[in-house]
């Protein structure tokens, strides 16, 4: 944060306590400082003064768009819309981590968006029970999801 040509960072390691001291040590050492949240284990942080770049996102970017819209006009569906993702990013983002890309893959060809659910081969997969948890995770968001 010393640096004034680096405009922020990205802080990636699931842990919420390490991301608040950074939180609070940006807003007393400099305000204008971006820390992007790759918690995708915690997606409130937003609430906490995080800016947020979260792999999560590419899941449902329109999902998250308006769980953002209603997070600005204190709109209270909010709350319900950021749990249902949330527990997308339970989901998704457990071990081996690496194996999200997969349950990206899955989700996205459930919920209509890309034609396949194949990732690179050298990518870690999912189990075949992945499919049933994440068309769970696709109706809450109110994807028709396809079996």
Known sequence: MDIPAIKGMKHSSLDRLTEL???????????DFRIYTGNDLGIDMIEYGSDYLLGLAC??????????????????????????????????FRAPVPAYKHSAALFLHLAGKIPSDRTHPRNPGRP?????????????LGFPARD
Not at 67 to 79: K, M, N, S, V
């Open 21 to 31: 001291a950074r939180l609070r040590l940006r807003d007393q050492h400099r305000p």
């Open 59 to 92: 899941f449902a970017p329109e999902k998250f768009a308006e769980r953002d819209r209603l997070w600005e006009c204190g709109d209270a569906r909010y709350y319900a819309l950021s749990d249902a993702l949330q527990h997308l990013g339970n989901v998704a």
């Open 128 to 140: 075949t029970w992945e499919r049933e948890i994440l068309l769970d995770c696709a109706r809450r």
